[in-house]
């Protein structure tokens, strides 16, 4: 029986590896709850890197990644951002002294200068077609081509038609991975608290040899109409399917973790969360945009991060009017928590009973009396 229970620990730690990834730190996830809604995901986060552990149920608790915030350019250069958590000097370049684009999972570089992160691989090898286009463009084109490019992350009802084209899609690998997750627990079940021998689950072992092909076909398809250019990545979880059976299981949540490359956060939010949450969300990514933090990176004295800040607020404040009618309703002073309060955070809406001039909790964000 030795054998038997380490077959199932082995199984269990292959499928549980599954349910873990490690996103970019710049990414914006949104997580399913087991109820079927969704709502903004935490994740935890270290000076080296990112952890989000998603529901060891299939297709219940999966986590989707969204754009946080566009690059920081300009038609005459680039802010490059900070690779670590560490307070440092952002600087910016031009562009026309800007070596070659590359990417490299979600970093973005020009030579050997990094200069920014993307929230998915696919996401940062667009980055590069954009910016070696812009950088090969005259002055007057780049203007278009950033603004464009702008427009395209706030594009919701292209997100809302891909994400329904992959509820569809998905509908027949969802069954399969449900399948899949059965046999896993019948064999733990018959293995363990059953106590029979490995022999007796060959019932399970011909189930697995009918859904595992068809479920590895159905994630190839799918994956294919969705991340065309990914064949690489898509032919080595094909390969780890069949190595690992259990790896299989996760194949819908595979497919939708990154189903919204190229969304910024605000345009997911309209796509998956209700009309208060997606209200909610909104407003406190305009406060935050309006009254951002002292990071002492530089970038606010910048002619660059200027003109790609206005060009995106811009942008926001007029999808924003689209999308939920006059943005200064969302962002307008909260309702006092007690009638001692005098004046309040714009950024966090913190509120404080005595006369202050800057949040405690917001780096050079003024507060505004009530």
Sequence with gaps: MIDEYALILVLFAIYLSECIFFPSRVASLFKRSILGGWRVAKSSVTPRFRLVVESFLPRLGGTVIAESAPPVISPLGICCSQRSMSVGV????????AGPFTCKDCDVSSGSTFVCSAATPEQAGRLVEL??????????????????AFHQLLD????????????????????????????????????GPLRFQ????????????????????????????????Q??????????????????????????????????????????????ESRAFTAN????????VDNNDGQSMS?????????????????????????????????????????YCP?????????????SDCPGVATQLF
């Design 231 to 276: 064949a690489h990545a898509r032919w080595k979880q094909v390969a780890l399917m069949f190595l690992t059976p259990t790896a299989a299981i996760r194949a819908g949540d595979l497919v939708a973790r990154e189903i919204f490359y190229g969304f910024h956060s605000l345009a997911v939010a309209r796509v998956l969360l209700s009309e208060p």
């Design 156 to 191: 919701t009802r292209r997100a809302a038609r891909r994400w329904n084209a992959y509820k569809k899609a998905s509908k027949l690998l969802s069954f399969d991975t449900w399948a899949l997750f059965g046999i896993l627990v019948a064999l733990s079940v018959t293995l």
């Design 90 to 97: 952002a600087y910016c370049i031009d562009l026309a002294d």
């Design 347 to 359: 950024r966090c809406l913190a509120q404080y009973v005595v006369s202050r001039n800057d949040c």
């Design 303 to 343: 002619q660059v991060a200027a003109w790609a800040r206005q060009r995106w607020m811009s942008i926001v404040w007029t999808w924003t009017e689209q999308e939920f009618g006059d943005p200064g309703t969302l962002i307008c002073a909260p309702r006092k928590e007690h009638a001692s309060c005098v004046c």
């Design 131 to 148: 910016l070696t286009q812009v950088k090969a463009s005259s002055i007057a084109e780049r203007d278009s081509l950033i603004t464009h």
């Design 198 to 229: 490995l022999a007796a689950a060959w019932p399970l072992a011909v189930l697995t040899l009918v859904f595992l092909p068809h479920t590895a076909y159905l994630f190839y398809r799918i994956h294919q109409i969705f991340f065309r250019e």
């Design 285 to 292: 990514t305009l406060r935050e945009m309006l009254h951002p």
